[in-house]
């Protein structure tokens, strides 16, 4: 602890380090749940909270603010648990690693978790700041918000009289995001057959790649290990022979894998296997230089063993339905070049005795599109022989033409820094798109604080603009619309 002493604001930085102390990785909500839920005791405010250890807590408003309409602050507790290779590091017991350099906040060895913890910090905060003046203050705290939105699908919204909502899950500070990416996360399973064999085993593992968020990274094209490994076994086969023993590769439907790795049985020539594989290696690697400079393919001899593996037609299924779905960018919104529309993300993959897994996170600006590339995948998966499962899914948040919330952050914001910030719509999800859904007519924006490689163990938090963005949303809070 006191890592972060001596930043500003220091309540802030404060309650954020001991936030940073709770295990909260998604589906460990129970710890930051139960702090969350202390706080509101301590400080003797009414809150609610639900099966899904969702929170809302509110404040009533100060002397002279009564008669305005409730102001709604919102944010996730849950983190997405990202290691370094090599790092052994237990997520449901252990308090997160704190550092700062330069001014950036990070956390050894491991994700951060600022996403979006520091909006469970300024809210809190601002709850605790007797100073503030402020009109009805709502402020809400959701649950697995990594793993498909779960916590806001839960909510009940009953308790909340706002209909302005400040979304606090943006990363990039001076933008004020106004809708938002619909998403569906969706898996497709394969049973498959399996004989012994004995013979020569090899892993094969793609590792160092850049990783990151699959909303707002996807921009970047950067390698995605699981569509890498398909590669890498695909052209194999054309140039010897092998039999597939296992796979794997990422952890979450929403961030892009950064490894994977197979096991398979090959009774060809072992410099023929090592040539073949090195071929398709090097040319990867140089189709991925600039975004992904530390992409390795490594092919390890373990060995004669008996193994289970893959009927030869099973393989064949499975590799196509694993090599040919697509991923990444799929379309790009019209007349905006910097804007993805829809995009597809091969988030986890496990191929094991019982079969194949596939997880993925479908995203897309437009609903239709969503659904078009669904019941694509739906198809090409059932030529296959696989079943496809939607685990979750949530619209797209529109732009609103009338938004008098959008138009004050526009000008406090010109107010506090001098120049106009930038308004636009963001290629993620986003729990405003499913809260403002429940409230009806609801005027919603979303802000935050500069963040760099979420949803990996590089994540870092700026602390000045952290600092920055609270005293920001404390500024709208005491402005009557």
């Known amino acids: 602890m006191d890592v972060l002493r001596g930043l500003e604001p220091r309540k802030l930085f404060e309650i954020f380090e001991r936030i940073c102390a709770v295990p909260h990785g998604s589906g460990n909500m129970k710890g930051i749940a139960d702090f969350v839920e202390r706080f ?72 951060l978790g600022a996403d979006d913890g520091i909006a469970v910090a300024m809210m809190l905060a601002l709850l605790d700041d007797k100073e503030l003046s402020h009109p009805r203050l709502e402020c809400v705290f959701t649950t697995d918000e990594e793993i498909g939105l779960i916590g806001a699908n839960a909510l009940d919204v009953s308790p909340l009289r706002g209909r302005r909502l400040i979304n606090l899950d943006s990363e990039e500070e001076g933008v004020i995001t106004t809708g938002c990416a619909g998403g569906i996360c969706m898996t497709a399973e394969f049973d ?10 090899y892993r094969l593992t793609v590792q160092g790649l850049a990783g990151g968020h699959s909303g707002t990274e996807i921009i970047a094209q950067r390698a995605n290990a699981n569509k890498v490994l398909a590669r890498l076994l695909n052209e ?42 090195n071929a398709s290696a090097e040319a990867i690697k140089r189709e991925y230089a600039v975004s992904d400079p530390g992409l390795t393919v490594t092919l390890t001899p373990e060995g004669a063993a008996d193994c289970r593996v893959l009927m030869p037609d099973d393989q064949e299924r499975l590799l196509f339905a694993w090599y040919q779905v697509p991923d990444g960018i799929v379309r790009m919104c019209d007349g905006l070049d910097d804007m993805v529309e829809t995009s597809l993300n091969l988030g986890i993959l496990k191929l094991d005795g019982s079969g194949m897994k596939l997880t993925f996170m479908l995203r897309s600006m437009v609903n239709s599109a969503a659904d078009e590339l669904r019941m694509r995948l739906t198809s090409l998966f059932g030529f296959a022989g696989g079943k496809t499962t939607v685990n979750s899914s949530y619209g797209a948040w529109e732009f609103r033409q009338d938004s008098p919330l959008r138009d004050l952050c526009v000008k406090v914001y010109e107010e506090m820094y001098g120049s106009r910030p930038l308004v636009g719509t963001i290629h993620a999800g986003l729990e405003a798109a ?21 949803h990996t163990a590089a994540e870092r938090l700026d602390a000045d603009s952290a600092g920055r963005v609270y005293d920001y949303v404390k500024a709208l809070i005491e402005r009557k619309i």
């Open 40 to 111: 509101a005791e301590e400080h003797r405010l009414e809150y609610y909270r639900d099966e899904a250890n969702n929170l809302i807590i509110i404040s009533e408003a100060t002397p002279g603010r009564v008669s305005e309409p409730a102001i709604i602050l919102q944010g996730h507790m849950d983190m997405v648990c990202a290691a370094d290779d090599g790092v052994d590091f237990d997520f449901a017991k252990q308090a997160l690693r704190l550092k700062i350099e330069n001014g950036l906040i990070g956390a050894d060895g491991t994700s």
């Open 192 to 201: 498959a057959a399996y004989e012994e064999l004995h013979g020569r085993l």
């Open 236 to 277: 194999l086969q054309y140039r010897a022979d092998f039999r597939l023993s296992s796979a794997a590769g990422g952890f979450f439907d929403n961030a892009i894998p950064r490894k994977a790795e197979a096991l398979f049985i090959s009774d060809s020539d072992c410099d023929a296997v090592a040539a073949a594989i």
């Open 434 to 454: 499913v809260i403002a859904a429940k409230l009806g007519d609801a005027d919603c924006v979303s802000i935050g604080p500069t963040l760099r490689d979420v």
